[in-house]
Antibody
Framework: QVQLVQSGAEVKKPGASLKVSCKAS????????MHWVRQAPGQGLEWMGW????????NYAQKFQGRVTMTRDTSISTASMELSRLRSDDTAVYFC????????????WGQGTTVTVSS | EIVLTQSPATLSLSPGERATLSCRAS??????LAWYQQKPGQAPRLLIY???NRATGIPARFSGSGSGTDFTLTISSLEPEDFAFYYC??????????FGQGTRLEIE
């Protein structure tokens, strides 16, 4: 079955960098864009950006430009999201989500990775 | 940037009742609006895309309508498992995407 499995929970200090991975299975990884969405505690969903696993092209929300980098490794069907210069308000659950049609409909989601930023 | 405003923030209903959730866009998004359901501790689940198309495996009691700036998600007869958070999301300015702030559907 189609599945996205994310890496485990992380605790980071302010100013550090974070890398979350998302391993896809059950479909052709390169055929579907991958989005990253985060959710701060008790808050709503916040879209961060996407990567086209085929070309490596990316598009980031303006809020995260300069701090986020999305990459992929097609040999292991894995997408990754790196966020630098972490702050306490980056504490959130980070989700990867497959794009069903390459235009913003997210039909399969990872289980989420909890990230805590604290000194 | 197009802003999506969901109302009400919280909706209190009983099982068997009809639920009507609203999502209003600050400018037209055409039909490019989706709805997601999220239960505590879980990832979101796609319910509706392009305003009125049910995603695979979504029960028929869920329906979506609207176009332009006003959209509605209707749950015809609430089941206990439907009490959750609901988010709308547009893709009309692809490659950019925005979510609404969410509606909490709680048991009365």
């Amino acid at each position: 079955q189609v599945q996205l499995v994310q890496s485990g929970a992380e605790v980071k200090k302010p100013g550090a960098s974070l890398k979350v991975s998302c391993k896809a299975s059950g479909y052709t990884f390169s055929d579907y864009h991958m989005h990253w969405v985060r959710q701060a505690p008790g808050q709503g969903l916040e879209w961060m950006g996407w990567i086209n696993p085929d070309s490596g092209a990316t598009n980031y929300a303006q809020k995260f430009q300069g701090r986020v980098t999305m990459t992929r490794d097609t040999s292991i069907s894995t997408a990754s999201m790196e966020l630098s210069r972490l702050r306490s308000d980056d504490t959130a659950v980070y989700f990867c989500a497959r794009d069903a049609y390459g235009s913003g409909v997210m039909d399969v989601w990872g289980q989420g990775t909890t990230v805590t930023v604290s000194s | 940037e197009i802003v999506l405003t969901q109302s009400p923030a919280t909706l209190s209903l009983s099982p068997g009742e009809r639920a009507t959730l609203s999502c209003r866009a600050s400018q037209s998004v055409g039909i490019y609006l989706a709805w997601y359901q999220q239960k505590p501790g879980q990832a979101p689940r796609l319910l509706i895309y392009d305003a009125s198309n049910r995603a695979t495996g979504i029960p028929a009691r869920f329906s979506g309508s609207g176009s332009g700036t006003d959209f509605t998600l209707t749950i015809s007869s609430l089941e206990p498992e439907d009490f959750a958070f609901y988010y709308c999301q547009h893709r009309s300015t692809w490659p950019l995407i925005t979510f609404g702030q969410g509606t909490r559907l709680e048991i009365e």
